[in-house]
């Protein structure tokens, strides 16, 4: 117990000694009575009767535990309103639950370890054992929760749906300037119900892929990555676009990678796009030995989402191909 009138205190030091001996060699419940009359009357500063759980487990029949739910319970079922922190009261409750508890009916009940009479105080005390004088304070404290649990709920929707209409006006924007500048698009194949502006992704896009030589595992990914420029005539792959509101940067990364390794002579654009705020975390990830040494012929680069909407009509009327995304994007100082 870290109690600076205790151990920075000799007289303390001496008389909290005396009082755990006197316990330990008591056999007599009088002679344990005495010895926390006796150490309450100094008033030793933050010593209170939560020390009585020591003495709990020494003379288990004599002394009850000790907490705040205890206590709240006894005042709530003997209507009492006795203090925490008050050597007195736990002792007037000590009186009353060793009285109750030696009753035939309770007795049966219930255990000689003042701890079973103490736990039931403690049901009580902490809402989850009703009686009538804590009924109206539970069903408080149940629809206060019930009403917080309704807002956090609410706030999660919210967020949600804002980081999602975000995501999605990223993607508009990125499918938008590929069919400015003469590019088939396609977009993540879960994301085609989608639509922003009121055009639908599902009417600006290619509905698949075209067919490549590539495992199946690896098209499943391919056909996840966020946004695909590609040229019209022959299908090939031009840009790539993952878009990273709050999801992982790295598995981003990875899925680019994936596509990377799929195509022979890799000559397309990869790029992560990402709101402002986490441009260090995106340059953190590019600047990785593995991501830097395996891709070290492929261009991949970040753009943010401040620079992507800020641009997004000059790209559009004054781009003629895809390495105009190159005066926006920012890449690793070893890339």
């Keep these: 117990m870290r109690i600076p009138d205790i151990y920075e205190s000799e007289p303390n030091k001496r008389r909290f000694g005396a009082f755990l001996e006197g316990c330990l060699s008591s056999v007599r419940e009088e002679h344990v009575l005495a010895e ?8 030793i500063k933050g010593l209170g009767p939560a020390a009585a759980n020591i003495i709990y487990f020494l003379h288990p029949t004599y002394v009850p535990p000790f907490n705040t739910a205890i206590l709240k319970g006894f005042n709530l079922l003997f209507q009492d309103r006795l203090k925490l922190g008050s050597w007195q009261s736990y002792l007037a409750m ?47 404290a149940e629809r206060q929760k019930a009403a917080k649990a309704a807002l956090r709920r609410h706030k999660e929707v919210v967020d949600q749906g804002r980081e999602e209409s ?18 088939e ?3 993540a194949r879960n994301d085609r119900h989608r639509g922003c502006d009121g055009e639908s992704f599902s009417m600006m896009t290619i509905p698949r892929l075209p067919a490549r030589d590539w495992p199946q ?65 995106v340059m953190a990830q590019l600047r990785r030995p593995a991501f830097r040494d395996d891709l070290a012929e492929v261009s991949l680069g970040y753009i943010s989402f401040g620079d992507l909407c800020e641009h997004c ?17 920012r890449r690793s100082a070893s890339a």
């Design 36 to 43: 926390m009359s006796r150490i309450s009357s100094p008033a």
């Design 94 to 140: 000590r009186e009353v639950i060793v009285e109750v508890n030696s009753e035939k009916e309770v007795r049966n009940r219930l255990s000689k370890d003042l701890g079973a009479f103490a736990g039931l105080l403690f049901e009580i005390g902490s809402g989850r054992l009703l009686v009538s004088g804590n009924v109206d304070a539970v069903l408080e």
């Design 166 to 183: 975000e995501h999605t006006r990223i993607q508009f924007l990125l499918l938008r300037i590929g069919r400015e500048l003469g590019f």
């Design 185 to 187: 698009v396609h977009v």
């Design 217 to 281: 595992e690896v098209h499943e990914t391919v056909s996840l990555i966020d946004v695909i420029w590609l040229r019209p005539e022959s299908g090939d792959l031009v840009a790539a676009f993952e878009v990273e509101k709050s999801t992982s940067i790295y598995s981003g990364i990875l899925r680019l990678e994936d596509l990377a390794r799929s195509i022979p002579a890799c000559d397309c654009d990869l790029y992560i796009v990402a709101p402002d705020r986490r441009e260090k975390e």
């Design 313 to 329: 009509e000059g790209l559009c009327k004054l781009g003629e191909d895809h390495k105009i995304l190159r005066k926006i994007a």
